[in-house]
């Protein structure tokens, strides 16, 4: 058994499309970045690349390259999936927290575990997603951000 962590942010700004877990959540502010900007995606990326032992996702997709410039995050998890099934890795589990003050979005995490679980190829009983706010505290209160956190198992396959 393997464990890993992940963690990203993303700031906040209007007119932007805000991606998260893999799907469009209907909000006047979006998360910017070099890529779709997804950052739960980001964090589970880097969860499942730490626990297999790997390089970091700044690494395998650098924001430096115009291949990656705009891509949709979950090209990103597939491949990062690859990676991890390449060492031999399977995954036990996944669970995850959004740090962000508005706006809701629990009634998403049913979309976004079906999104993140169909494109890692597992059950969506093994996907957790859960939010909380940061209680109006910090850039994640003043709404100028979004932050994720992520732990992945591994097990060999
Ligand atoms: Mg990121």
């Known amino acids: ?12 700004e209007a007119g932007r499309e805000f991606r998260l877990g893999g799907i469009l959540i ?9 890529s779709d900007a997804d950052v739960l995606i980001h964090a589970v990326c880097d969860a499942l690349l730490g626990a297999a032992g790997l ?12 291949e990656f410039k705009g891509i949709d995050s979950r090209i990103l998890l597939e491949r990062t999936m ?10 036990v589990n996944i669970d995850t927290t959004i740090v962000l003050q508005k706006p809701k979005i629990a009634e ?18 093994k996907v957790s997603v859960k939010a909380k706010t940061s209680e109006k505290l910090g850039f994640i209160g003043r709404e100028e951000g979004v932050s994720a956190y992520a732990v992945v198992l591994l097990e060999n396959a």
């Open 55 to 66: 390089p970091d996702i700044g690494s395998q997709f650098p924001d430096t390259s115009p």
């Open 26 to 34: 209907p909000h006047e502010k979006g998360a910017t970045g070099h």
């Open 82 to 91: 690859s990676l991890v099934r390449e060492k031999g890795f399977a995954i």
């Open 1 to 12: 058994m393997r464990i890993g962590f992940g963690f990203d942010t993303h700031k906040l």
């Open 108 to 125: 998403y995490f049913t979309e976004m575990v079906k999104t993140l679980s169909g494109v890692l190829g597992i059950e969506a009983s």
